[in-house]
């Protein structure tokens, strides 16, 4: 896939979405944080309806080690794998008071010294906490990226890496936003929705309909 057609793509997803956000409802990037360590396989709308309820009670690291473990999971319990979540995010707190003064911080190496943190997870933060290009790659974007011909990639760092490399740069910032809203709602897994795509005479998918 040449430069123009990346321009072309990318150009397409600005118009008919110019300022994506992220579905995670959040009112801070503590929130946010704990907000995307729990969205790992999981969805945003199971981790939205547990977070309403548990941000009134613990939205900070003190108020979440006060909350303790125990208590976290009869919040989260609806998510999967909250057994350990909640371990992650009781630990990752009691870092961040301890580390960081009570803040998320702001750069990869220290986010992903968190429990429960790792690149992909780093890179959401950075891009919406923190107003950084980065393009955290999950399920969605490694799907549509290798069906497309955007960026295809053996694995998700492959795809992150070429994504990086040629997303041109007015786009960067929102880049995984429109990629995501792409793969969830469009060019879905088992039989993507062609005709509502908007790139769809772009993309280079072999089978579209």
Known sequence: MNQEKYEKIFSRLKKANPNPRTELVHKSNFELLVSVIL?????????????????????????????????????????????????????????????????VPRNREALQTLPGVGRKTANVILNNAFNQPTIAVDTHIFRVSNRTGLAPGKNVLAVELELEKRVPEKYKLHAHHWLILLGRYICVARKPKCQECPIFDLCEYSEKA
């Open 39 to 103: 969205s790992a396989q999981a969805t945003d709308v199971s981790v939205n309806k547990a977070t309403k309820d548990l941000y009134k009670v613990a939205n900070t690291p003190r108020k979440m080690l006060k909350l303790g473990e125990k208590k976290l999971k009869t919040y989260i319990k609806s998510i999967g794998l909250y057994n350990s979540k909640a371990e992650n995010i009781i630990k990752t707190s009691r870092i961040l008071l301890e580390d960081h003064g009570g803040r």
